[in-house]
């Protein structure tokens, strides 16, 4: 009882105490060396089908070579620390300040530093605000580190991959399924260091209804610029078409104006009712365009391209398109 209390104030920490069925969760951790040549997100995780079958994994993304990977373990090889982020699946070793790896074509441990964490606070422990104390929501979201240094190296496929000043992100997701419909994107890729940009829209059930529930955050000269379903920010616009996805977010303050343009994207395995069989496309080299406003003064207080970014387009997501745009014909 007293983890199960703990994790609820520290979204990093594991979330499936008690949990046999229909459950997943997964953690997030995308890395790019200093030249991104280079980019990877590796996934540790767990998954409950709902006959009680239970497993680990890693999913590994290698987002140059557009390539993905499953590598499936014993759920008795998943093991998490009670009081802090620490998890370990057989060899394998992810904790906030770094990781270890023991997988077929790649290993070795990397360390990350000047980590960036979602502010939280008692009432607001994560990125999900007050919904993290709804009980019934079908996917929690959590940030571990919006942005931060890489130290270490790799040796994949059998040479040795320098990842010393690149550039890592890591986030983590936990629950029964994805959503039916929804955009996902991040960055900490732009001109200047120090800056980094995440935003993602999804239909969320809500009791026997939905709503369209977002969340974007806009990291810049140490400050945490966020615009969400619960802080009384609005959803001015978001749409998609086959080269882009629009979105723009304001509140009383500021407007964020968002432009992520696709490009081609790589199959990972996603959960559905706890079972790993739902399928998602991302891709890793993607670009955004991000424009924030004072809207008091109309100052335009941020323009810059993001490169190397994630971005996900899953579902019939013309559900979550706003205005007039709610009658164009989507394409993938």
């Known amino acids: 009882m007293i983890n199960r209390l703990r994790a ?14 229909q459950y997943f969760e997964g953690w ?8 991104c040549d280079r980019a990877y997100a590796f996934i540790p995780g767990v998954a409950m089908e709902s006959d009680g079958t239970r497993h680990s994994f890693i999913q590994v993304l290698d987002g140059r070579a557009g390539r993905a990977f499953y590598h499936r373990f ?24 770094g990781m270890t790896l023991d997988l077929p074509g790649i290993s070795g441990t990397l360390r990350f530093r000047e980590r960036v964490p979602w502010p939280g606070k008692w009432y607001s422990p994560g990125i999900m605000g007050p919904y993290t104390f709804v009980p019934f929501m079908e996917c929690y979201h959590g940030i571990l580190s919006m942005d931060h240094l890489l130290e270490g190296t790799l040796t994949i496929d ?35 260091e120090g800056v980094s940009f995440k935003a993602s829209v999804a239909k969320i059930p809500w009791l026997r209804s939905s709503f369209t529930g977002f969340i974007a955050g806009l990291w810049l000269g140490g400050r945490l610029y966020r615009f969400t379903t619960y ?51 991302e891709s890793m080299s993607s ?4 424009k924030l406003y004072n809207l008091k003064n109309g100052e335009l207080i941020f ?9 996900e387009v899953s579902g019939p997501v013309e559900l979550l398109f706003t205005g007039e745009e709610r009658n164009e014909e989507y394409c993938l």
């Open 287 to 290: 670009e955004v365009d991000i």
């Open 28 to 35: 997030y951790f995308k890395v790019l060396n200093a030249s």
């Open 231 to 281: 802080n009384s920010s609005r959803l001015e616009r978001s749409f998609a078409d086959r080269n882009k996805v629009v979105l723009q977010f304001a509140n009383r303050d500021y407007r964020l104006s968002v432009t992520a343009f696709r490009h081609n994207a790589t199959e990972l395995a996603s959960p559905v009712r706890g079972l790993m069989d739902g399928r998602i496309s």
């Open 8 to 21: 609820v104030f520290s979204p990093e920490l594991y979330h499936g105490i008690g949990k046999s069925r």
């Open 158 to 192: 059998g040479k040795e991959v320098d990842f010393e000043g690149g550039r890592g992100y890591n986030e983590k997701d936990w629950g029964h399924s994805f959503p039916e419909a929804y955009f996902w994107m991040q960055t900490n890729h732009f001109s200047n």
């Open 303 to 311: 323009s810059d391209r993001g490169r190397q970014a994630g971005l």
């Open 74 to 97: 014993s759920f008795k090889e998943f093991h998490s620390h009670p009081s802090k982020f620490a998890i370990t699946i057989a060899n394998n070793r992810f904790i906030n300040n």
